[in-house]
């Protein structure tokens, strides 16, 4: 095992891709060496070793970004595109939404699109509302693209190594609050199945589901929860879509009770589909009502007051989790 952040495992799993297959190559702003690797640095050292042909700086444009990684990925190359923020790929949501997640449908499984969007966001360090949004809702309501959200170095280096490997588009969503959290990572790590979710604690009276930032504040709720008696099991799901349905409704089934805790805005957000889901398979096993907790319905504050008080706390997350044992 080795010990790296978020940022590292990023940076040692494009190394180990881009050695692997030189059809993998890199677009993004300001990501050569000369530029500082991109916006935190997680590309450092791959022009270097690679070459400017592989890692391509564009200009200051998401469609330029978008629209040549589509055209690269179905010419049979495999590219990772970096969207400096994920409020970033709404310029570009035509050829996200209408392109890149329908060419493999609208061509009768002709072709595929091998892209992984790579893109920043996470609320609590004052960038703002056109900054900091969570928008992994708005992809995985749309049919054809993966939508993935780590929580640790070892997910950041595995999941990010199947996206790569994927035969169609993936969106690999990073935060603030993980990519500097450091963790341990086995030397050897390899892929990590997508849609497959990690049961971090197995517990028997509520099972809590999570993911990114908040997969860290679920953590922190636990100590509080143990010493209240209770017995909480907490899903990482690790990837929004498609969601490990069936690790999901197992738990539920043997908990009976539910708490699901993002950090993007509660309403329509994706707590809304996995709580429907299991009221709908689980009709009459539960215990109490699936509890949700998340953004509310406004933009990011910059306040650091308001922005604190926009994100759900562990001291919430034990309070929801209270209030639904009664």
Do not use: H
């Given at each position: 095992m080795v010990k790296m952040n978020g940022l590292q495992a990023i940076n040692a799993a494009m190394f180990e891709a881009m050695e692997a297959d030189p059809k993998v190559l890199v677009l993004g702003e300001d990501i050569a060496d000369r530029e500082g690797g991109g916006v935190t640095g997680t590309m450092r050292g791959l022009s270097t070793k690679f070459g400017d042909h592989r890692v391509c700086t564009t200009p200051i444009s998401e469609q330029a970004i978008i629209g040549a990684a589509i055209g690269v990925a179905i010419n049979g190359y495999k590219p990772v595109a970096e969207i400096m923020l994920m409020n970033f790929t709404t310029v570009a949501m035509d050829m996200i939404f209408n392109h890149a997640a329908k060419l493999r449908f609208m061509s009768g499984g002709q072709t595929s699109v091998p892209l992984t969007i790579r893109t920043l966001t996470g609320a609590g360090w004052q960038t703002a509302g056109q900054h900091a949004d969570h928008l992994e809702g708005w992809f995985a309501h749309a049919a054809g693209i993966k939508v993935v959200c780590p929580s640790n170095p070892a997910d950041y280096k595995g999941l990010l190594l199947s996206c790569i490997q994927d035969p169609d588009p993936c969106l690999f969503v990073e935060t603030g609050g993980t990519l500097f959290v450091p963790g341990e990572v086995a030397v050897d790590q390899g892929?990590?199945?997508?849609?497959?979710?990690?049961?971090?604690?197995?517990?028997?009276?509520?099972?809590?589901?999570?993911?990114?930032?908040?997969?860290?504040?679920?953590?922190?709720?636990?100590?509080?929860?143990?010493?209240?008696?209770?017995?909480?099991?907490?899903?990482?799901?690790?990837?929004i879509s498609p969601w490990d349905k069936q690790a999901v409704l197992d738990s539920a089934a043997k908990t009976g009770r539910v708490v699901i805790v993002h950090?993007?805005?509660?309403?329509?957000?994706?707590?809304?589909?996995?709580?429907?889901?299991?009221?709908?398979?689980?009709y009459g096993q539960l215990k109490g009502p699936v509890r949700r907790l998340g953004g509310p319905y406004s933009p990011v504050p910059f306040s650091k007051p308001l922005e604190d008080a926009f994100l759900v706390t562990p001291e919430q997350i034990v309070e929801a989790v209270k209030g639904l044992m009664g």
């Open positions: 892929p990590i199945p997508l849609g497959k979710a990690r049961i971090v604690q197995e517990g028997t009276d509520v099972t809590i589901i999570s993911y990114s930032t908040m997969m860290l504040r679920c953590q922190a709720a636990l100590a509080g929860l143990a010493e209240a008696g209770i017995s909480a099991e907490l899903i990482d799901l690790r990837t950090e993007a805005v509660r309403n329509f957000g994706p707590g809304a589909e996995i709580a429907a889901t299991i009221n709908e398979e689980l």
